[in-house]
């Protein structure tokens, strides 16, 4: 990519990687020139929290109002109830009103660190699209907007084609997701003036769609902005860690769990990530990003603060780190580790250890609990376990006891 933004947003989302793909570089770049530039980004509800994959959308809407833009948060009330098709090899479950209700306030919590929420030319705001799915008129729907798509076009879009080449099913419903999203931009035209709509790069089609339908209804200048699919260069998607998803919420996910994640970066990821989400001046991140050896551990701790200081705070952060080295350098038990709380009547004919290292999180199941054994890589106390039956009672469990997964994963239990 050649071109050369006066903007500061543009730049600041080329120079720091978010940047795959845009409708129109220069006219974007003049728009953010002229004055406050309104846009939006599209989270649905499908789980009560999200997690780090969804954070680099994020980063681009705090990016977005530090540069003089206004972020709008879009949550997927109406739009949750199909369900995005994109690149999924199978309809997703369908969730009730009530689940996407308290989906939404799960998710609400993640924003409030990242971007400022007011009623300033330049301060977020959340809108639900529920707010007019929920009251469409099928056959006006169909007359006005549906007129102006294409089905011939719909069928090439690559989220669409991966479905159908793959001989899966793509229900009428999922169908209609596209021309959903794409109204959404027109509408959040209308109603607060959104000039961009950002998301992953498999959103290009349906973005591309709004921009289309807003220019067709209303002769509306908008555009359209993607980032790339983020994964980690050993080939994983973001958002996933050996033990499950990462989330953004802390009651799903402990400061000090997600202060790890970041600890654990591959080597290779740490000046990108250190560029994606983080503040450093890029040039900062470049050269924490070249270190190498034992250099390179104080970069990821780096990396760990910095990410984690933004979403739960700076003292949530010193403390992860903390506990961190007490744990690895000192062999002891950290204050701000996860922690599996037993009652009396569980452990009254002693509880497995097996059972202990899945409710810790420190393994996906029994099966993995019991390769973990097998293969040495399961401490309790910092000594290995060897016998997958073992069970502990509650005189095992009169202290906290520390169970380890491999060198970095650590989890305590303890005795209610």
């Not at 009730?96 to 308290?102: K, M």
């Not at 099913?169 to 027109?186: P, V």
């Not at 409710?359 to 309790?380: N, Q, V």
Request: aromatic share 8%.
């Amino acid at each position: 990519m050649t071109y050369h933004p006066k903007s500061e947003f543009l730049r600041v989302m080329m120079e720091r990687g978010y940047l795959a793909d845009c409708t129109d570089y220069q006219a974007l770049d003049e728009a953010f020139l002229k004055g406050v530039v309104p846009g939006y980004i599209g989270f649905d509800a499908t789980a009560k929290s999200l997690h780090v994959g969804s954070l680099i959308q994020i980063m681009m809407l705090r990016w977005l109002q530090k540069c003089g833009g206004k972020p709008i948060v879009l949550m997927g009330g109406g739009t949750t109830k199909i369900g995005d098709p994109s690149f999924r090899a199978d309809e997703r479950p369908l969730l009730t009103d009530a689940q996407i209700e308290d989906n939404i306030a799960g998710i609400k919590r993640a924003f409030s660190p990242y971007v400022t929420f007011g009623d300033g030319s330049h301060d977020a705001i959340m809108v639900n699209n529920a707010e007019w799915l929920d009251k469409l008129n099928y056959i006006g729907f169909l007359r006005d907007i549906g007129r102006h798509f294409s089905v011939n076009r719909m069928l090439s879009f690559e989220s669409v084609k991966s479905r159908l080449d793959r001989e899966q099913s793509l229900s009428f419903l999922e169908f209609n997701y596209m021309i959903l999203q794409a109204y959404d931009f027109l509408e959040l035209h209308r109603r607060y003036g959104c000039l961009l709509q950002m998301g992953g790069s498999d959103q290009w089609g349906n973005i591309v769609n709004g921009v289309d339908l807003t220019r067709r209804i209303v002769n509306g200048e908008v555009f359209g902005l993607t980032s790339p699919l983020l994964t980690t260069s050993d080939g994983k998607k973001m958002g996933k860690s050996a033990s499950g998803a990462v989330w953004l919420n802390g009651d799903l996910l402990s400061a000090y769990e997600f202060w790890q994640f970041w600890r654990n970066t591959t080597d290779a990821d740490v000046g990108r990530f250190l560029k994606l989400y983080s503040e450093l001046p890029v040039e900062e991140c470049d050269r924490l990003g070249a270190l190498a050896g034992s250099e390179i551990n104080a970069a990821k701790i780096i990396l760990a603060n910095e990410v984690t200081t933004l979403l739960h705070g700076a003292e949530a952060a010193a403390a992860a780190e903390a506990t961190a080295r007490e744990v690895f350098e000192k062999g002891g038990i950290g204050d701000d580790l996860p922690t599996v709380a037993l009652s009396p009547a569980e452990v009254a004919e002693g509880v497995g250890i097996v059972q202990l290292f899945v409710r810790a999180g420190l393994a996906a199941s029994g099966k993995d609990a019991k390769r973990l054994i097998s293969e040495g890589g399961a401490k309790l106390n910092d000594e290995i376990v060897t016998d997958a039956a073992l069970r502990l009672g509650a005189g095992d469990l009169a202290e906290p006891v520390k169970l380890t997964a491999g060198k970095k994963r650590h989890a305590l239990v303890t005795l209610g």
